[in-house]
């Protein structure tokens, strides 16, 4: 079971250290990323928690393990 455990709402974070701009993240998440024409990527810091599976599988796919989702524990 999904537990909320951060007040405010799970976040979700990209360490650009790590990130490379494959956009993976899009393709599973259209709703919280985009890899805009520049070649930047934004992204929705504070999730809703229906945005939960889609944040977790762009993390789980992300290549470079460069999302991070803060607030939500699995029980
Ligand atoms: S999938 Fe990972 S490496 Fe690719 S753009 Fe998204 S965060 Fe960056």
Do not use: H, N
Not at 45 to 61: F, G, I, M, N
């Amino acid at each position: 079971m999904r537990k909320l455990t951060l007040r405010g709402g799970p976040r979700i974070a990209v360490d650009d250290d790590r990130c490379e701009l494959y956009g993976i993240c899009q393709w599973e998440a259209p709703d919280i990323f985009e890899l805009d024409r520049d070649g930047r990527l934004k992204y929705r810091r504070q999730l809703e928690p229906d945005d939960y599976d889609q944040a977790a599988a762009a993390a789980r796919c992300c290549p470079m393990q460069a999302i991070v989702i803060r607030g939500f524990s699995e029980e």
